[in-house]
């Protein structure tokens, strides 16, 4: 069973930055393509970025385009999202996800296996 632990949340003042970490086990991680979402207070979980299998293409919402990159290492099988000028709306709980099928996909549902997630908290 494929298991997904993130770490590196946190409070932050808006303008600073934070590194998200997703560590991976129990799979074949170099084979997954991998996302990240978070999810809001009454709101729905939603897309922020994805990174394929190779690390060679990433997508990303247009909401966090130019200030959040995500990365991989395989030898590590860890997937990381750095966030920089954070902003207080960037304020969630951010979850890993690995998708075994296709890259680049938006949806949760399209995703397989998720972490527990790890609260980031942006002060104004």
């Known amino acids: 069973q494929v298991q997904l632990v993130e770490s590196g949340g946190g409070l932050v003042q808006a303008g600073g930055s934070l590194r998200l970490s997703c560590a991976a086990s129990g799979g074949t991680f170099n084979t997954y393509h991998m996302g990240w979402f978070r999810q809001a207070p009454g709101k729905e979980r939603e897309f922020v970025a994805s990174i394929s299998w190779s690390g060679g293409r990433t997508y990303y919402a247009d909401s966090v385009k130019g200030r959040f990159t995500i990365s991989r290492d395989n030898a590590k099988n860890t997937v990381y999202l750095q966030m920089n000028d954070l902003k207080p709306e960037d304020t969630a709980v951010y979850y890993c996800?690995?998708?075994?099928?296709?890259?680049?996909?938006?949806?949760?549902?399209?995703?397989?296996?998720w972490g527990q997630g790890t609260q980031v908290t942006v002060s104004s």
């Open positions: 996800a690995a998708d075994v099928t296709y890259w680049g996909r938006s949806r949760p549902g399209d995703y397989d296996y």
